[in-house]
């Protein structure tokens, strides 16, 4: 469908396979670089032009974790891509009603469209009814609001799948061990997602009658606190066969605990897709043989989604006219296999 696709411009079908091609698809007005050079929001699509001048107001939580830093440089950097765009983008918080002020004054500004990563989805809600009620069309990103009301797009993670692809891949490596142990380092306890991280990883290793997960452990997604937690478990777990942790955050932390006990007879595989994990996976000498991916990179996409949402855009490579209601990105195991692919979306 030629014809379809040229009119819509953006080329985003890569958009729900791994992080690593995620943004092979969408548009930008830059000039391809050589492969080994693309971070994953550098790559340019086929045959984008620029269009309307869109005004996109961006507010998330305030950056004060690996992740959340990467999604907002992966939205400036990628808007700086584009001639036609501009970045009001708000200095971010972790307090609900500051977080909601902003995106009110961005309501106020009379922005094109909205991206909004929200501290509390829930307690976010009304913000994102609002504007969606001014006209102004809202990409929420990740956290997910109470409505779908509140929101014209929703693209995120998948929680679920981290877990379900670490127990698979964990499973793979142990099924032919009789009596494998398994133990969980998991991330705060009094969030969703991370219940549903660990209910993917509980339901992948039922695959595995051979597997017992015989502990789990809540950290709280900092350096400290996976250090401190996983000390804990290696002195509770004197043999084990492999370990999945949630966060590469607090992995940094399980790792100096780990090293310090002396311990490498299992396996660790990590979660989000830190550089730092990256290149001690690539380095393999040591626990950590692999992590599974929750893409930072999903905010450059969120970027090209408000874009085309304030040129009336679809997306090519769909045959609709409209960009989807929602996009759920893969959770792709990196390991020593793949690791080069990824690096560049690594981050700090």
Same mark, same amino acid.
């Given at each position: 469908?030629?014809?379809?696709?040229?009119?819509?411009?953006?080329?985003?079908?890569?958009?729900?396979?791994?992080?690593?091609?995620?943004?092979?698809?969408?548009?930008?007005?830059?000039?391809?670089?050589?492969?080994?050079?693309?971070?994953?929001?550098?790559?340019?699509?086929?045959?984008?032009?620029?269009? *309307? @001048?869109? /005004?996109? $107001? !961006?507010?998330?939580?305030?950056?004060?974790?690996?992740?959340?830093?990467?999604?907002?440089?992966? =939205?400036?950097?990628?808007?700086?891509?584009?001639?036609?765009?501009?970045?009001?983008?708000?200095?971010?918080?972790?307090?609900?009603?500051?977080?909601?002020?902003?995106?009110?004054?961005?309501?106020?500004?009379?922005?094109?469209?909205?991206?909004?990563?929200?501290?509390?989805?829930?307690?976010?809600?009304?913000?994102?009814?609002?504007?969606?009620?001014?006209?102004?069309?809202?990409?929420?990103?990740?956290?997910?609001?109470?409505?779908?009301?509140?929101?014209?797009?929703?693209?995120?993670?998948?929680?679920?799948?981290?877990?379900?692809?670490?127990?698979?891949?964990?499973?793979?490596?142990?099924?032919?061990?009789?009596?494998?142990?398994?133990?969980?380092?998991?991330?705060?306890?009094?969030?969703?997602?991370? *219940? @549903?991280? /660990?209910? $993917? !990883?509980?339901?992948?290793?039922?695959?595995?009658?051979?597997?017992?997960?015989?502990?789990?452990? =809540?950290?709280?997604?900092?350096?400290?606190?996976?250090?401190?937690?996983?000390?804990?478990?290696?002195?509770?777990?004197?043999?084990?066969?492999?370990?999945?942790?949630?966060?590469?955050?607090?992995?940094?932390?399980?790792?100096?605990?780990?090293?310090?006990?002396?311990?490498?007879?299992?396996?660790?595989?990590?979660?989000?897709?830190?550089?730092?994990?990256?290149?001690?996976?690539?380095?393999?000498?040591?626990?950590?043989?692999?992590?599974?991916?929750?893409?930072?990179?999903?905010?450059?996409?969120?970027?090209?989604?408000?874009?085309?949402?304030?040129?009336?855009?679809?997306?090519?490579?769909?045959?609709?006219?409209?960009?989807?209601?929602?996009?759920?990105?893969?959770?792709?195991?990196?390991?020593?296999?793949?690791?080069?692919?990824?690096?560049?979306?690594?981050?700090?």
């Amino acid at each position: 469908m030629p014809e379809i696709t040229s009119r819509r411009g953006l080329l985003f079908g890569a958009a729900a396979v791994s992080a690593g091609a995620l943004l092979t698809g969408c548009t930008s007005n830059e000039p391809s670089q050589s492969e080994d050079q693309q971070a994953g929001n550098d790559q340019p699509a086929a045959d984008d032009k620029p269009g *309307k @001048q869109v /005004t996109i $107001g !961006f507010a998330g939580p305030q950056a004060d974790h690996g992740w959340l830093n990467a999604i907002n440089d992966n =939205a400036k950097s990628r808007a700086e891509k584009y001639s036609d765009v501009t970045l009001e983008i708000t200095e971010g918080s972790n307090d609900t009603a500051q977080q909601i002020g902003q995106i009110e004054t961005l309501i106020n500004k009379k922005v094109d469209v909205l991206v909004v990563l929200p501290a509390d989805g829930k307690a976010l809600t009304q913000v994102g009814l609002k504007a969606m009620r001014a006209g102004i069309p809202v990409v929420n990103l990740d956290r997910i609001f109470n409505s779908p009301q509140a929101y014209r797009c929703w693209i995120g993670g998948d929680n679920y799948g981290m877990g379900l692809n670490a127990g698979h891949y964990i499973g793979e490596k142990l099924k032919g061990k009789s009596g494998a142990r398994v133990i969980e380092l998991a991330g705060l306890d009094n969030l969703e997602l991370t *219940k @549903q991280r /660990t209910q $993917g !990883f509980d339901d992948a290793l039922k695959n595995y009658p051979n597997i017992k997960k015989v502990a789990r452990q =809540a950290a709280e997604f900092t350096v400290e606190s996976g250090q401190a937690k996983m000390a804990q478990l290696l002195q509770a777990q004197s043999t084990f066969d492999a370990l999945w942790n949630h966060d590469d955050d607090q992995g940094v932390g399980a790792l100096r605990a780990i090293e310090q006990a002396g311990r490498d007879d299992f396996l660790m595989v990590g979660g989000a897709g830190a550089l730092s994990a990256f290149q001690a996976i690539k380095q393999d000498d040591g626990v950590l043989k692999a992590t599974v991916l929750y893409p930072p990179t999903m905010a450059a996409s969120a970027v090209d989604l408000a874009r085309a949402l304030g040129q009336s855009k679809g997306i090519g490579g769909l045959a609709e006219f409209e960009i989807p209601s929602s996009l759920t990105l893969y959770s792709a195991v990196v390991d020593k296999t793949n690791v080069d692919q990824y690096m560049s979306t690594g981050f700090k």
